[in-house]
T-cell receptor, first 111, second 116 residues
Framework: KQEVTQIPAALSVPEGENLVLNCSFT??????LQWFRQDPGKGLTSLLL?????REQTSGRLNASLDKSSGRSTLYIAASQPGDSATYLC??????????FGTGTRLKVLA | EAGVVQSPRYKIIEKKQPVAFWCNPI?????LYWYLQNLGQGPELLIR????????DSQLPKDRFSAERLKGVDSTLKIQPAELGDSAVYLC??????????????FGPGTRLTVL
């Protein structure tokens, strides 16, 4: 059974800092892993999807890495901005088509 | 291109009343998901459709919840009767549908249900 844990639960940083969000999963037999962003009162927006054959995926200031053997993924945000403030969730597959979500990291970037 | 559309955005009802949520997925997306999200938690899958077929409804409380996806496009999720513990955000998501592996899911804004 897949379980997904995200640490830290909350993070507050000054603008401009580089930061790392962590995601760990218990079942390493995964096809891919997704990172999402959720703004208050909104749905989830897909940020990055890393295939199991990849080790990294980049989009702008975001870089996600995947280490299946250790059951870990990290989301790196470079030069953080106040607009990055949101909750970041990772999701790992359980079985073929079902995603298990972590509880998220609530990020606040201070101007 | 329009994203996933959900309505209503907010719903307040008395306990024991029925309620229904509607979802219109992105055009061409074969897979549709309904999730429940409690405050401070990640979404939890309720049901997944491949076209009009419910292929995973193991997490759907079938005594009070029902869902349908007519013609493999729009979907409705119904609760009858609602209980206080059903208060949550109900999210709909869709994806193209990949034979090999789960692919990128696109989420709607959700319906926030409050049961009094």
């Amino acid at each position: 059974k897949q379980e997904v844990t995200q640490i830290p639960a909350a993070l507050s940083v000054p603008e401009g800092e580089n930061l790392v969000l962590n995601c760990s999963f218990t079942d390493s037999a995964i096809y891919n892993l997704q990172w999402f962003r959720q703004d208050p009162g909104k749905g989830l927006t897909s940020l990055l999807l890393i295939q199991s054959s990849q080790r990294e995926q980049t989009s702008g200031r975001l870089n996600a890495s995947l280490d299946k053997s250790s059951g870990r993924s990290t989301l790196y945000i470079a030069a953080s901005q106040p607009g990055d403030s949101a909750t970041y969730l990772c999701a790992a597959p359980s079985g073929t088509y079902k995603y298990i979500f972590g509880t998220g990291t609530r990020l606040k970037v201070l101007a | 291109e329009a994203g996933v559309v959900q309505s209503p955005r907010y719903k307040i009802i008395e306990k024991k009343q029925p309620v229904a949520f509607w979802c219109n997925p992105i055009s061409g997306h074969n897979t549709l998901y309904w999730y429940l999200q409690n405050l401070g938690q990640g979404p939890e899958l309720l049901i997944r459709y491949e076209n009009e077929e419910a292929v995973d409804d193991s997490q759907l409380p079938k005594d009070r919840f029902s869902a349908e996806r007519l013609k493999g496009v729009d979907s409705t999720l119904k609760i009858q009767p609602a209980e206080l513990g059903d208060s949550a955000v109900y999210l709909c998501a869709s994806s193209l549908g990949s034979v090999a592996a789960p692919d990128t899911q696109y989420f709607g804004p959700g319906t926030r249900l409050t049961v009094l």
